[in-house]
């Protein structure tokens, strides 16, 4: 193996590289500079906090975040499987008709539930 198998990596990696430090590098050298203390707060907002930052949190906030991330990861499945179902036959069908069942059950047991509900 010579080093010439390894130019377009390493070019794809120094323009990778380029591409992300430069605008930075610009932004910083032309960008204006005028501190102020509420610029430099801890808070983006640029002003104090109102309450503690550990107050606590609804729980149905995490788990519609989680139940989000679960469904659309399984709905992720189904492209590739889409694209090569005449090669996998009807044996994939079926079971992809499975695997649905058992989502669409599954989101409606959590619609009953009533995680699904935002107040």
């Known amino acids: 193996m010579s080093l010439e198998q390894y130019l377009p990596v390493i ?9 992300g430090v430069i605008p930075q590098v610009i932004g910083y050298v032309l ?35 989680i139940l989000f991330i679960l ?21 994939a069908f079926w079971a992809v008709v499975v695997f649905l069942g058992i989502l669409v059950v599954g989101f409606v047991y959590e619609w009953k539930k009533g995680a699904l509900d935002w107040e």
């Open 11 to 19: 070019l794809f990696i120094l323009v990778g590289v380029a591409v």
């Open 31 to 65: 960008g204006p500079s005028r501190p102020d203390a509420a610029k430099n707060s801890p808070y983006e907002c640029g002003f104090e906090a109102f309450e503690d930052a550990r107050m606590k949190f609804d729980v149905r906030y995490y788990l519609v975040a």
């Open 71 to 91: 469904f659309d990861l399984e709905i992720a499945f189904l492209f590739p499987w889409a694209v090569a179902l005449k090669e996998l036959g009807p044996t």
